[in-house]
């Protein structure tokens, strides 16, 4: 199986680099295949092809991928680089990523662990995780090899269908990284509306019946995929803020969710967990798309 690494030639692109070269190190080869792809896109090749030829741009570009991916120690890691013509890097990537034996993709985003940004995730990661070809792994871009974490796989798991993908996604990977499978659960608490109108004196009872219902639901949730005594990790509050903090605390080398699938007119009225886990975690997070 193939895992696609897209090369971003600015140092954004060295934490995508950096975990390719972790999970070449630890899975089995047969699983770990790795092609780094640079995309020089449309707009970006007008400019530049009215005063160099194509095979001069598209050499120019080679030269400067080896450059990066010697930076991020990753030469043995990729088994093929290339540098590709597209529309936009996020059209040429989907592409790629759609294609047949093509397990996942490895992007970078723009915040680094820990920054403070408006723009944390970039275009390129935001549309494709939007469209979902495959499953998408979004990298901090300051995350070195050194620094991955040595504990469980992180299944951020809810009570509905939106991540049956991601737990057979998880339950694969975790045995091909030789890591345990932890499942972690959010009760929503701070920003749950029902809260303002349970009566004075009562929400405390109300939120210990919530936290047991949520409970009782996602042991069903674990049965019904296979997960019977992977350990359990149930908090209450901001669903992102908790799952990221879980993470942090588990030491996780990744974090697996499933995605809703909200197309951009949903997402004007509604976020996405996995969009935003993806935006501020100092963990890795693959966002896996449902089957069918």
Known sequence: MTWVVGMDLSDRGQGALGYARW???????????????????????????????????????ARA?????????????????????????????????????????????????GERRVVRLG????????????????????LKPEQVGDGPVLLAAGTDENAAGAAEFAKELAVDLGRPLAVAHVVPGDDYLAAEMVPSGLAGEFFRQLRGDHER??????????????????????VVDRLAEVARNERAPLVVCGSRGLGLGMRLFSSSVATDLAAACEVPVAVVPNPG
């Open 217 to 238: 639901n996602l042991i069903a949730w674990m049965h019904a995929h296979g997960l019977d005594g992977v350990p359990r990790h149930v908090s209450e509050g901001s």
């Open 65 to 113: 991928a080896e450059r990066v991916v010697a930076d991020a120690g990753a030469e043995g890691a990729l088994a093929e680089r290339r540098v590709i013509c597209g529309r936009s890097a996020e059209d040429a990537l989907e592409q790629l990523a759609g294609q047949p034996g093509v397990r996942g993709l490895i992007i970078g985003r723009q915040a680094r662990r």
């Open 123 to 142: 275009r390129v990661a935001r549309r494709l995780l939007r469209a979902l070809p495959a499953p998408v792994v979004v990298v901090p871009p300051d």
């Open 23 to 61: 999970l070449r190190g630890v899975m089995p080869s047969e699983r770990a295949r790795f092609v780094g792809v640079h995309v020089l896109e449309e707009a970006e090749l007008r400019q530049l092809l009215r005063y160099h030829h194509l095979e001069e741009v598209e050499t120019r570009a």
